[in-house]
């Protein structure tokens, strides 16, 4: 596969850069932001943390605000950071920020127009992981983390997909899906109007159901977030963790939102959190 380099810059010994390629799963090209740290820079190959942006947002965000380079240096960790939808002349799109471009909310679209490219949980699950593994010195220990739409994202992504990851972490995450006003629209459109459906990419629903090995889950939210009552679910989240024993760290923090302001601090800590279960 053909990458082509966007960007590059040194930071903290390590290096950022963005790429482009063409994806044959989502039909169109693609652009993700990658961060080695100095580590991987001597051939050892690194862990890697999948990270997934929210609404609105693109690679930039999160590799341009949330100040993660610095640890993901001194803990050799990369960080991989896709887009948030297929983009670009031929797909579909919408006037409203929460659906089409800039809203891919990670599922694999069944709806016309938009299962021709927004098969965007494929992409970041397996055409993604499997061109980093191919192309830069990083190891299969893989984590996912993510904000918001990205948070749900992770979330998922870690439940239906039982040891590709070691660890999941969400900031501020959409939880339960098939019960908020985000959710359902975005659901609605890409998978059709029947709720049971809806459930196969709902956290809540995942977790209540699995069977599986129970993952290492931190989850970070700010008791001040405007989208907290309506749209984030996490109470709901918290319940069927605790009804499953399932192992999650739940941290509310009073005074944060749902900004980068509070993503900046506590990265560290959902860092750290999965070094403790990236290493070998």
């Known amino acids: 596969m053909n990458l082509d380099i966007i960007s590059s810059n040194k930071s903290f010994d390590g290096w950022h850069k963005q790429y482009r390629h063409p994806s044959s799963v989502l039909g169109c090209e693609m652009r993700f ?8 820079l ?3 190959k690194v862990p890697v943390l999948y990270w997934l942006s929210g609404l609105t947002c693109t690679d930039e965000n999160f590799m341009q605000k949330a100040g993660a380079q610095r640890i993901a240096a001194e803990l050799g960790i990369a960080l991989v950071a896709p887009d948030t939808s297929p983009r670009g002349e031929g797909v579909a799109d919408d006037p409203g920020y929460d659906l089409g471009m800039g ?3 990670y599922v694999n679209a069944t709806q016309h127009p938009w299962r021709d490219h927004y098969q ?3 992409y970041v699950t397996r055409e993604l992981p499997e061109l980093i593994e191919t192309h830069f010195p990083v190891s299969t220990r893989r984590a996912i983390s993510g904000h918001s739409m990205g948070g749900h994202g992770a979330l998922i992504a870690a439940l239906r997909e039982p040891g590709r990851y070691r660890s999941v972490s969400a900031f501020s995450p959409i939880s339960h899906p098939s019960r908020c ?5 975005a659901l609605g459109a890409y998978l059709g109007n029947n709720p049971l459906l809806w459930q196969e990419w709902d956290a809540c629903q995942l977790l209540r ?4 090995q129970p993952l290492p889950t931190r989850v970070d939210v700010g008791l001040d977030d405007p989208f907290l009552a309506e749209q984030l679910g996490i109470d709901a989240l918290d319940e069927v963790a605790a009804a ?4 999650l760290e739940l941290n509310r923090h009073a005074g944060y939102d749902h900004s980068y302001y509070f993503v900046a601090s506590f990265i560290e800590a959902h860092l750290r ?3 403790r279960h990236l290493g070998d």
């Open 209 to 212: 159901h699995h069977d599986g």
């Open 33 to 40: 932001a990658i961060y080695l740290p100095p580590q991987a």
């Open 103 to 105: 809203a891919g909310f």
């Open 120 to 122: 965007m949980y494929d």
């Open 273 to 275: 959190f999965h070094a």
């Open 181 to 185: 006003p985000w959710g359902q629209k």
């Open 42 to 44: 001597t051939g050892q």
């Open 244 to 247: 499953k024993a399932w192992p």
